[in-house]
């Protein structure tokens, strides 16, 4: 991912449940970190152009001072700050909190975007977990196959990613 590349928005299929291209999950916009040299303004152009008002922030503030950002630097949008140390994910509480914060802001026919370092862990996991959230069905298999074809196929990382689903 490079300066040059567009911002990429992964549009989360909730559709079954009316939920069409509401939910985002994207990298950090505006990240500068080793192979990662991203244009904050053009990445923030691009959240407003697809309408997002709602940031799911899930960095920590030292995570964010490593990739040359802030959290003023999003003073434009809704942050939602949720900091959650690169490599954990959220509490079980913290997850349910982020749940009914994302159907709040849905159910007010607003659209939102779980941002993380590069999209992939911690906003794949949070991902999935509304996923299953929304379609009780769904076995952990489907939900893993549906993150890696819609987001990534990195987007479920380790096992570790997957055993936080259950």
């Not at 939102?112 to 952990?140: F, K, P, Q, W």
Request: proline fraction near 2%; glycine fraction near 8%; include cysteine.
């Amino acid at each position: 991912m490079n300066s040059s590349a567009p911002y990429k928005i992964n549009w989360l299929n909730l559709e079954q449940v009316g939920y069409f291209e509401s939910i985002g999950i994207g990298g950090l916009a505006g990240c500068k970190h080793r192979f990662i040299q991203r244009n904050l303004e053009e990445d923030l152009r691009v959240l407003k152009v697809n309408n997002i008002r709602h940031l799911l922030l899930l960095c920590d503030t030292v995570e964010l001072d490593r990739f040359g950002l802030s959290i003023s630097c999003f003073y434009e949008f809704e942050l939602h700050h949720y900091p959650c140390e690169y490599g954990l994910f959220p509490s079980i509480e913290v997850m349910m909190d982020l749940i009914r914060k994302i159907f709040q802001i849905i159910e007010a026919g607003e659209k939102c975007l779980i941002m993380s370092r590069d999209g992939l862990g911690r906003s794949c996991v949070v991902g999935a977990v509304l996923v299953l959230h929304t379609n009780e069905s769904s076995s952990y298999n489907e939900v893993y196959s549906l993150m890696k074809r819609s987001v990534d196929p990195r987007a479920i990382q380790t096992v570790k990613d997957l055993n936080n689903l259950g």
